[in-house]
């Protein structure tokens, strides 16, 4: 098997391996604003009186400009009921992810989530890697939308002149990512194992390291 098959297999399986069977539970009441501002979207929180909610409190005004831009030049903001109150309970999140010329959003996967992402403006080169390392990818125009399946590696990147910017939406309030490269890299996993698997040398494993986790501290 060549070192090419290998990671992708490695890669793959990295995701399949994370799905799990349960969903978010279906909410008992119309909805549940915290009592107070919750500090991550798996914390949970007392509802207050569904007579003290107001207009507000189901509107978000975060995502009318883009975030702070990566070096790479990429920009997002997830939001979900730890910086929107409206969604607990409701078994949803979203993201704004926003992209200069040429920038990439690297391959990566949701755990407990099924994304749909809608280009809002200009031009990206998206799509997902199934369980048969069969790739599912083309370039999205404005105003289309992509589905990525729960679990499968994802990868968008502007392939356009100018920036471009799209809308995720999450089936889970709490969808977890997990970027291949920093999951490979940057966790930590032996030296040893990750020259195996992808047929490097220990010196580049340690550059790869170094990329992808500035704060290791790792010898060739």
């Known amino acids: 098997m060549s070192p090419k098959t290998t990671i ?9 391996f994370s799905l799990v069977l349960a969903s978010d539970p279906d909410p008992v009441q119309d909805f549940c604003i915290p009592t107070k501002h ?6 949970i929180h007392p509802c207050k009186d569904a007579a003290e ?6 509107v978000f005004s975060g995502m009318k400009t883009p975030g702070n831009f990566s070096e790479t030049g990429f920009a997002s903001i997830p939001v979900n009921p730890a910086t929107f109150p409206g969604l607990n309970t409701m078994g949803m999140s979203f993201v704004r992810a926003d992209f200069k010329p040429g920038a990439i959003n690297p391959p990566h996967f949701h755990p407990r989530a099924t994304e749909i992402a809608h280009v809002v403006e200009g031009r990206l080169y998206a799509g997902f890697v199934d369980s048969n390392n ?12 992509m589905v990525f399946p729960r679990g499968l590696m994802h990868f968008q990147m502007n392939v356009g002149e100018v920036p471009a910017t799209i809308f995720g939406s999450f089936n889970s309030q709490n969808p977890g990512s997990q970027r291949i490269p920093s999951a490979v890299f940057g966790s930590g996993i032996d030296n040893s194992l990750l020259e195996k698997a992808f047929g490097l040398s220990s010196k ?9 986790d500035p704060k290791a501290t790792v010898k060739p």
């Open 8 to 16: 992708v297999l490695l890669l793959q399986g990295l995701s399949l």
């Open 38 to 43: 919750a500090t991550a979207a798996t914390t």
């Open 53 to 58: 909610a107001t207009a507000g409190d189901f």
């Open 134 to 145: 069969k790739v599912f990818a083309r370039v999205l125009e404005k105003g289309e939308v």
């Open 204 to 212: 580049e494993i340690v550059m790869m390291r170094r990329k992808f």
